[in-house]
């Protein structure tokens, strides 16, 4: 009689998930992610919605905010809001993905002869707790998540993180893929078999260098955790609600700049955000 239970148990730990890194793949995501249009309108949105916040909130505590950008990826945003003048912690698990970013940092600091306040930390987020502790460091008047939900292992355990790092009257902004939007998109492209696979929540990918998350985070569950951590949420937005379900490009879908602006008008009026193939939300601590 053959004993299966070794082999049950290997399939186990095959399958296990782990929080992702693009280490290996920064150069495809640089240019897949942020490369053309898609890129544009997603930081356009995000634009809009934090800088404002930042702006407001940075008057009413007369001071520069304090701000942390966890899996930041190429931190763009980040970086704008340094070149703001705000303090920076900017951190990933990809050495090269920040090492990309500060690529970018030395340039506008060289052209504009200025120093930006960042400090970079490359680790999972969750060895961040120890090393703010050996450099005393004080909480975040903002925390940055992008991207970076759809990527953990265990995503509501994040929640914990942003409770113990986040200022009282703090914000945090969550930006994370919208699963409802890639059933739809694939309803539209007649993607049947696929939709099959994933209605038992299977999203995995045979390409590696897919950025297509495995494991989506859906909109409804997000809200759940930041009822659950007492959250206010101040705003919610959907980025790219339309262009990407448009495959015939005619009339104003040639035009980039239109494109942008009307990716921007409907970004935030119901029903076309909760298209939108990420989403946004920006969320205050305290009741």
């Avoid at 930006?116 to 903002?142: G, N, R």
């Avoid at 299977?202 to 590696?208: E, P, R, T, V, W």
């Avoid at 985070?217 to 790219?240: F, N």
Wanted: glycine share 6%.
């Amino acid at each position: 009689m053959t004993d299966h239970t070794q082999d049950n148990s290997a399939d186990i730990t095959t399958q296990a998930r782990t929080d992702r890194s693009f280490e290996a793949i920064a150069d495809h995501f640089e240019k897949k992610v942020y490369g053309g249009l898609k890129g544009k309108i997603r930081l356009a949105v995000l634009r809009r919605d934090i800088f404002e916040y930042a702006q407001t909130k940075s008057q009413s505590l007369g001071r520069p905010l304090r701000i942390l950008d966890v899996g930041a990826g190429l931190a763009q945003i980040a970086i704008e809001l340094a070149a703001q003048g705000h303090t920076l912690v900017i951190n990933d698990i990809s050495a090269s993905m920040l090492s990309k970013a500060q690529t970018q940092v030395a340039t506008f600091e060289a052209d504009n002869n200025t120093k930006l306040d960042i400090t970079w930390m490359v680790c999972p987020y969750q060895q961040l707790p120890a090393k703010f502790a050996e450099d005393h460091s004080d909480k975040f008047d903002l925390i940055l998540c992008h991207a970076l939900l759809e990527w953990l292992a265990k995503p509501a355990e994040i929640m914990d993180f942003f409770d113990a790092q986040l200022s009282p009257q703090g914000a945090i902004s969550l930006c994370f893929y919208n699963p409802a939007s890639f059933d739809y998109r694939n309803l539209i492209m007649g993607n049947f078999n696929l939709l099959d696979r994933t209605l038992e929540g299977d999203y995995a990918a045979d390409n590696k260098k897919s950025l297509t998350p495995n494991h989506p985070v859906a909109m409804q569950e997000v809200q759940a955790w930041l009822q659950y951590h007492h959250y206010k949420i101040m705003l919610e937005s959907g980025l790219r609600v339309f262009h990407d379900y448009a495959p015939l490009k005619r009339g104003g879908h040639n035009d980039p700049e239109a494109v942008i602006k009307m990716e921007l008008r409907y970004s935030q009026l119901t029903p076309y955000k909760w298209l939108g193939r990420y989403l946004h939300i920006l969320a205050t601590a305290g009741t």
